[in-house]
């Protein structure tokens, strides 16, 4: 608990790792480690779709490399089960719609590039639900990391060529925006201002010039043009 403290409390130089313990078996009434046995039953027995959606980027960080193997090993049965395609569609879309509207809550003065309408999560979500769906039978989109699992769904056909590469190149924008706007901000913030005038010193950082059309103004239209063409390739394959 002292270690998790150090990790997490902000101090004037930022801080080291936000640690929440509530992602785990039990949430944060258990212990904090548990055998791999006991993870192994819960998962079996108890785990609901976010949980096992939570396990697709697991992998060893630190400790007993072997106990880090065994544990990698024995989740991916629980993870890629036979899928219920119509109970995985409604438990995804129910996870992104309320973390739409609890943690995004985009108004008319910014965007949320992260949790919004058409945002990263977005992008995460629906790769997330296809390694899901098609996991138990294609043992190549077991992969960690969006963009890995992206070019491994794509290359086991599962992902059209059109869809790979506007994703692709709408994650790649947004994790730039991401970077740059905390760079300007000086704090990590996923708020995108509407206001084009505002937006210039960012997109100046972005690599857009006033010409006719101000900078900030491209960079508007640039991820209205993004985020509404990913929340439509979400819809069609996460379909309602």
């Known amino acids: 608990e002292k270690t998790i403290a150090y990790l997490s409390t902000l101090t004037r130089e930022g801080y080291v790792f936000r640690v929440d313990t509530r992602l785990r078996p039990t949430g944060s009434k258990g212990p904090l480690v548990q055998s791999v046995e006991a993870f192994k039953s819960y998962y079996a027995s108890k785990a609901e779709t976010w949980e096992r959606q939570a396990l697709l980027r697991a992998h060893t960080a630190a400790g007993d490399p072997v106990v880090g193997r065994e544990f990698c090993r024995t989740i991916q049965d629980l993870i890629y089960q036979d899928a219920d395609r119509v109970a995985l569609t409604r438990d995804i879309r129910a996870m992104r719609r309320r973390m739409e509207e609890e943690v995004g809550k985009e108004n008319p003065g910014f965007y949320n590039i992260k949790q919004g309408v058409g945002g990263l999560v977005d992008i995460e979500f629906l790769v997330q639900y296809l390694q899901l769906l098609h996991g138990r039978r294609h043992a190549w989109v077991r992969v960690p990391g969006t963009m890995n699992a992206l070019r491994a769904l794509h290359k086991e056909r599962l992902v059209v060529s059109e869809d790979y590469s506007f994703l692709t190149q ?51 239209l640039e991820y209205e043009r993004t985020s509404g063409g990913v929340r439509a390739i979400f819809e069609r394959i996460v379909p309602v």
Do not use: C, W
Not at 175 to 189: G, K, Y
Not at 191 to 213: F, I, N, Q, T, V
């Open 170 to 220: 709408a994650y790649r924008f947004m994790r730039l925006l991401e970077s740059r706007m905390r760079i300007v901000t000086n704090q990590a913030t996923s708020e995108l201002s509407r206001d084009a005038e505002k937006l210039r010193p960012l997109a100046r950082r972005m690599g857009y010039d006033d010409d006719a059309m101000t900078a900030g103004h491209k960079l508007l």
